[in-house]
């Protein structure tokens, strides 16, 4: 049997106090996969993840895109915490200034995500719709973080200067020191099969 690797990568919101430990109302991790601490490379049990889960302002939760199983194990682990009612940002929707509406009463999932800007095609549907159906069952908003082709061929042009304005003041205000971008660039090339140019 093939054992999928999924790794959770967790952000901790810096500047504020933990908020209070909330419990999981039930997760299970499927048989094909395993969970690797993305610091250290460790096996890491599922009661540690959901400690950190559990006890985070924020959690950032990676994906292979085409991974059916990470996708399973995203909307298991929003449905689990479903009683804190996260806000959930997808970069499958376009950055907006408020939450994406969600569907109309009646109205299919499928209307709903063309009219929401998500490219169905693109990102091989129905692959995500499980932890997009467990976001619209949990959440309290839905956000999108994308920005068009166009906006990002002046930032890789441009650079951080050129970046749509809500990013730009984002960048400013939180910059990478130079550390923190020798260790984010690596991954980014990675993530993206080594096919990102060096600049």
Do not use: K, Y
């Amino acid at each position: 049997m093939l054992r999928t690797r999924w790794i959770p990568l967790l952000l901790l919101a810096a500047g504020h106090p933990a908020p209070a430990p909330v419990s999981p109302v039930a997760f299970a991790l499927p048989d094909s996969a395993a969970l690797i601490d993305g610091a250290t490379g460790a096996p890491l049990p599922t009661a540690e993840l959901l400690r950190r889960v559990g006890s985070a302002d924020a959690v950032l939760l990676g994906e292979i895109h085409d991974n059916p199983t990470a996708h399973a194990v995203r909307a298991s682990l929003l449905r689990a915490f479903g009683a804190r009612r996260p806000a959930v940002v997808f970069e499958q929707f376009a950055a907006g200034e408020r939450p994406i509406a969600p569907p109309a009463e009646g109205e299919s999932l499928t209307v709903w995500l063309d009219r929401s800007g998500f490219d169905r095609r693109g990102w091989r549907w129905p692959l995500h719709e499980p932890v997009v159906t467990a976001a619209l069952a949990v959440s309290r908003a839905i956000w999108g973080s994308n920005i068009s082709r166009e906006e990002l061929r002046s930032v890789t042009s441009g650079g951080a200067a050129a970046a749509p304005e809500p990013l730009r003041r984002l960048v400013e205000q939180v910059p990478l020191d130079g550390a923190a971008q020798a260790a984010l660039d690596p991954d980014l090339v990675q993530g993206h099969c080594g096919l990102l140019p060096a600049a």
